[in-house]
Nanobody
Framework: QVVLVESGGGLVQTGGSLKLSCVAS????????MGWFRQAPGKEREFVGG????????????YYVDHVKGRFSISRDNAKNTVYLQMNGLRTEDKAVYYC?????????????????WGQGTQVTVSS
């Protein structure tokens, strides 16, 4: 059973930064794509970005939706079974519950349909 546990959410002012973490268990972490999604109140869950599987301790190709490119960065540490989402230049429209997602084996992680496991979510609030 795949278990994903996010942490790092909180309240930040516009222009600030947060770093989310997600620890995974239940399978060989490095061989799977990982990703991040978010859901704002009254909206559908949307794909934020993903990182491909990696045979090394870190690395993997990353992919982002256009409106977070240049502000958000995804990385992974396979030795710690952890994926990160570094968020800089936060805007009020980034306020949402952020979900870590576990994807398919040997996948790129560049599309929402690559993901099939979900964490419980962590709240990110951006104040103006």
């Amino acid at each position: 059973q795949v278990v994903l546990v996010e942490s790092g959410g909180g309240l930040v002012q516009t222009g600030g930064s947060l770093k989310l973490s997600c620890v995974a268990s239940g399978r060989t972490f490095g061989t799977y794509a990982m990703g991040w999604f978010r859901q704002a109140p009254g909206k559908e869950r949307e794909f934020v970005g993903g990182i491909s599987w990696s045979g090394t301790t870190s690395g993997g190709s990353t992919y982002y939706v256009d409106h977070v490119k240049g502000r958000f960065s995804i990385s992974r540490d396979n030795a710690k079974n952890t994926v990160y989402l570094q968020m800089n230049g936060l805007r009020t429209e980034d306020k949402a519950v952020y979900y870590c997602a576990g994807g398919c084996a040997y996948c790129k992680g560049d599309h929402s349909h690559h993901f099939e496991h979900w964490g419980q979510g962590t709240q990110v609030t951006v104040s103006s």
